[in-house]
């Protein structure tokens, strides 16, 4: 990313409208004309796209792509709040560059009413510095992991599902890229926790951290989030900063397999254990599968019985866990651990004792 900013014009209106950043110490004239000479990518512009626009054009930010084929729907509106009702029927992308150009007439849109797909990814990333990850499915995010990885391309993820959301900067300075922490031998579909809905305003924070880590790296201050995850709780209005390079650096033979328990600890009930350290052990265990009945049908691990999460809540589903509990280890498990760990609290809730599963993922 260039640093160089002699050829960056800052006009009088900028001044007034940027003086409270360009007061800052850190930030300053300087700071304010990078932001304006830097070239952002956002893949997506629904839930968290939609709040790291908004934030990206009011901080100044040069030029913005925005790539998106979705059309704008009622539903979209209880967390997309760029969009309003009169856009409902229009491509988001369309409708997101309209209200970006009237937020700061100085910025410059460019739409990509695409998909993102192997035939594309090289000539649409190639024209942006920093890739913003908005995106709601496994295959398109490894796909955007895979090409920032080879174009050398920051790539700044976030994720949400319920009430819980996870945010880092993959592939910058050395750090991970994301496809290396996930594991390559699950399909995508078995990838997705999100069928529960999502609280509205979760999107609006994870956005907000993924807008903020764009400015600090064009900026160049603070402490990028790299080599490690942020993973946030709203029920429990919680953080955790969680470190992962140390653990890729010791296992850089394994990096394919390597799998990262992103889970915010819970109570003493329970504990985080190795898949391969079950096969090994002759308890006598009660496996559940929290996920839809369409994923555990593709595929699920051996002796698993499928209990949907949406199940576990009612009260025949819970009396049956107490009896097995009485003699069997339960065993909860989800391939991106967040149904696992709404689960697991509310098992704990009816103290229930039982085990959270790390599943570790080899070829």
Same mark, same amino acid.
């Given at each position: 990313?260039?640093?160089?900013?002699?050829?960056?014009?800052?006009?009088?209106?900028? &001044?007034?409208? &940027? /003086?409270?950043?360009?007061n800052?110490?850190?930030?300053?004239?300087?700071?304010?004309?990078?932001?304006?000479?830097?070239?952002?990518l956002?893949?997506?512009?629904?839930?968290?796209?939609?709040?790291?626009?908004? *934030?990206?054009a009011?901080?100044?930010i040069?030029l913005i792509?925005?790539? =998106?084929?979705?059309?704008?729907?009622?539903?979209?509106?209880?967390?997309?709040?760029?969009?309003t009702s009169?856009?409902i029927?229009?491509?988001?992308?369309?409708? +997101?560059?309209?209200?970006?150009c +009237?937020l700061?007439?100085?910025?410059?849109?460019?739409?990509? $009413?695409?998909?993102?797909?192997?035939?594309?990814a *090289?000539?649409?990333?190639? %024209?942006?510095?920093?890739?913003?990850?908005?995106?709601?499915?496994?295959?398109?995010r490894?796909?955007?992991?895979?090409?920032?990885?080879?174009?050398?391309?920051?790539?700044i *993820?976030?994720?949400i599902?319920?009430?819980?959301?996870?945010?880092s900067v993959?592939?910058?300075?050395?750090g991970?890229?994301?496809?290396?922490? *996930?594991?390559k031998?699950?399909?995508?579909?078995?990838r997705?926790?999100?069928?529960?809905? $999502?609280?509205?305003i979760?999107?609006?924070?994870?956005?907000?951290? %993924?807008?903020?880590?764009?400015?600090?790296?064009?900026t160049?201050?603070?402490?990028?989030l790299?080599?490690?995850?942020?993973?946030? =709780?709203a029920?429990n209005m919680?953080?955790?900063?969680?470190?992962?390079y140390e653990?890729?650096s010791?296992?850089?033979?394994?990096?394919?397999?390597?799998?990262?328990?992103?889970?915010?600890?819970?109570?003493?009930?329970?504990?985080?254990?190795?898949l391969?350290?079950?096969?090994?052990?002759?308890?006598?265990?009660?496996?559940?599968?929290?996920? =839809?009945?369409?994923e555990?049908?593709?595929?699920?691990l051996?002796?698993a $019985?499928?209990?949907?999460?949406?199940?576990?809540?009612?009260?025949?589903?819970?009396?049956?866990?107490?009896? %097995?509990?009485?003699?069997?280890?339960?065993?909860? &498990?989800?391939n991106?651990?967040?149904?696992?760990d709404?689960?697991?609290?509310?098992?704990?809730? /009816?103290?229930?004792?039982?085990?959270?599963l790390? $599943?570790a993922?080899?070829?």
């Amino acid at each position: 990313m260039s640093r160089t900013t002699n050829d960056v014009l800052i006009k009088a209106d900028e &001044y007034q409208i &940027y /003086a409270r950043q360009i007061n800052l110490s850190n930030i300053q004239l300087e700071g304010q004309k990078r932001l304006k000479k830097a070239k952002v990518l956002c893949v997506g512009a629904g839930g968290l796209g939609s709040i790291t626009l908004l *934030y990206l054009a009011a901080a100044g930010i040069g030029l913005i792509g925005i790539i =998106d084929n979705d059309i704008v729907e009622l539903s979209n509106l209880q967390r997309q709040i760029i969009y309003t009702s009169a856009d409902i029927g229009q491509y988001k992308a369309e409708s +997101a560059s309209r209200h970006l150009c +009237a937020l700061h007439r100085h910025v410059k849109i460019n739409t990509h $009413v695409d998909k993102l797909t192997s035939d594309n990814a *090289y000539s649409i990333i190639k %024209q942006y510095e920093i890739i913003i990850d908005c995106t709601d499915n496994f295959q398109t995010r490894v796909l955007l992991s895979h090409k920032c990885k080879e174009m050398h391309k920051i790539h700044i *993820y976030a994720a949400i599902a319920s009430f819980k959301g996870q945010a880092s900067v993959f592939n910058y300075m050395g750090g991970p890229s994301y496809h290396e922490i *996930y594991s390559k031998t699950i399909h995508p579909s078995h990838r997705s926790c999100n069928t529960d809905g $999502v609280l509205g305003i979760l999107p609006g924070i994870m956005g907000v951290i %993924q807008a903020t880590e764009t400015l600090k790296i064009i900026t160049g201050i603070g402490n990028v989030l790299n080599g490690c995850i942020i993973q946030y =709780d709203a029920l429990n209005m919680s953080m955790q900063k969680i470190k992962i390079y140390e653990c890729l650096s010791q296992n850089k033979h394994q990096r394919n397999n390597f799998t990262i328990d992103y889970s915010i600890p819970i109570s003493k009930t329970c504990k985080y254990i190795n898949l391969h350290n079950i096969c090994k052990s002759n308890i006598a265990t009660y496996l559940i599968d929290l996920r =839809d009945p369409i994923e555990y049908k593709a595929a699920h691990l051996k002796y698993a $019985v499928n209990i949907p999460l949406s199940l576990i809540r009612k009260d025949r589903v819970l009396q049956l866990l107490y009896l %097995q509990s009485k003699k069997k280890k339960i065993i909860l &498990y989800c391939n991106s651990s967040i149904k696992s760990d709404i689960a697991s609290d509310i098992l704990n809730n /009816a103290h229930i004792p039982h085990i959270n599963l790390k $599943v570790a993922h080899n070829k």
